[in-house]
């Protein structure tokens, strides 16, 4: 039998649960209207399957990703998918084949497991797991999805500025506390080589010690990678020994400035706190730890100095480019200020560098960045918070080079 050209492992070897417990087919799928979330056909607005009701199979055997299976199988690019094929298309490497490079399932043992409908056994080996949206801070790239603390603002923030859209996705997180939810996933585990836990923060999350324990008890963890994201204000003690049980560790810090300016940027950390706990997972060398830095025009002309201070600490950096919301992202910043924060940043790695510098040939827009202004500055107005003092070089060549006035955007009624 020809081999399709279109073949992931992915729909068939790996869940992806976003905070309020849709699943999707992966972090670089296009999620636009739900695109690319689990959902049967039998209803008439499409409604996302979810972890709140639904069992992990049901989701796994949606009618949708029964269907994205067998167009894999039959050579055809789900609509969903087409951001690895475009990538591919222009001679780089993608999500596609990084996970196909992972895990050993191969496309005929896929033919193998599917049957005529599409639907599969589950033999889950990659499982992301984003749980909930408790948070105990409020990042300002955030929004209520993924953090629990930015509810009551970001129901002011709509309802004073007309370009911030109502939030779309639900925010019931009940599912991370449900014994239901918990027995299933184990049950659907004991394949499971890799396991990505993010949040919300996820070490708030009591329940999941106990779960990362009965791994333990099944002696799974031998043969498994833990993958983290946090932000770096909460290590519990106990987290230190648990993951030592395990056969490797990667630790993504998610830290976006240094000093006060990453307490204005993730409002709720302490600068002191986050290095203390650096320190902490330093100490421990089995830990592979990095840092996950999210950019957006806010702190995009400090990145020579955070790419720095990282550097003297041994660890790198990996450049998270803000798409969600849009007015934040820095492609919005006109040409002569791309070219001011290149100049500036030119020193850091290379390679992420020509990665930044690519992003930036996006063309600018002056209506996104205007909104982006108004949304930071009604933020600072509600927080007590003030960009000019925290960014004081950089707001003064913004303003030297729009045609906007800081003193005429909107104040907080």
Request: proline share 4%.
């Amino acid at each position: 039998m020809k081999k399709s050209k279109t073949f992931c492992v992915l729909p068939w070897n790996h869940m992806s649960v976003d905070p309020s417990g849709m699943t999707s087919l992966c972090c670089v799928s296009d999620h636009t209207n739900n695109l690319n979330t689990s959902r049967n056909f039998n209803t008439p607005t499409f409604k996302p399957l979810n972890l709140n009701e639904n069992s992990m199979l049901e989701m796994m055997n949606s009618d949708y990703f029964r269907q994205v299976r067998l167009q894999m199988l039959n050579d055809e690019i789900p609509d969903a998918c087409k951001r690895c094929f475009e990538a591919e298309s222009l001679g780089r490497s993608s999500k596609r084949i990084e996970e196909m490079d992972r895990f050993s399932l191969t496309e005929e043992k896929a033919r193998v497991l599917t049957q005529d409908d599409g639907s599969i056994p589950l033999a889950l080996e990659f499982i992301e797991l984003r749980l909930g949206n408790l948070c105990n801070i409020k990042c300002r790239t955030c929004n209520p999805g993924s953090s629990s603390k930015w509810t009551s603002e970001y129901n002011i923030v709509q309802k004073k500025l007309d370009f911030v859209a109502e939030f779309e996705h639900p925010t019931n997180c009940s599912w991370t506390e449900s014994e239901k939810f918990w027995d299933d996933f184990l049950e659907n585990s004991r394949n499971a080589k890799l396991l990505y836990i993010n949040g919300g923060e996820p070490t708030l999350v009591e329940r999941h010690w106990k779960f990362l324990e009965s791994l333990i008890a099944r002696k799974q963890n031998e043969e498994m990678t833990l993958w983290y994201n946090i932000n770096m204000t909460n290590l519990p003690p106990k987290l230190i020994n648990i993951w030592k049980q395990f056969k490797r560790v990667i630790l993504f810090c998610s830290i976006d400035d240094l000093y006060e300016r990453n307490n204005y940027l993730r409002t709720g950390t302490n600068w002191d706190t986050v290095v203390t706990n650096l320190d902490t997972i330093q100490s421990h060398p089995w830990i592979e730890s990095s840092v996950c830095q999210t950019v957006s025009w806010l702190n995009i002309y400090t990145l020579d100095e955070f790419y720095s201070y990282m550097k003297k600490r041994n660890l790198d950096v990996h450049l998270n480019l803000v798409f969600d919301p849009k007015f934040l992202n820095p492609s919005v910043l006109n040409d002569d200020l791309k070219k001011i924060v290149l100049d500036k940043v030119k020193s850091i790695d290379p390679w992420k560098f020509d990665s930044l510098k690519r992003h930036l040939t996006i063309p600018g827009n002056d209506q996104l960045f205007e909104q982006g202004l108004i949304y930071n500055k009604l933020l600072d107005d509600m927080r007590s918070h003030d960009f000019k003092k925290m960014y004081p070089e950089w707001f003064e060549i913004i303003m030297s080079n729009t045609k906007l006035s800081y003193k005429s955007l909107p104040q907080q009624a």
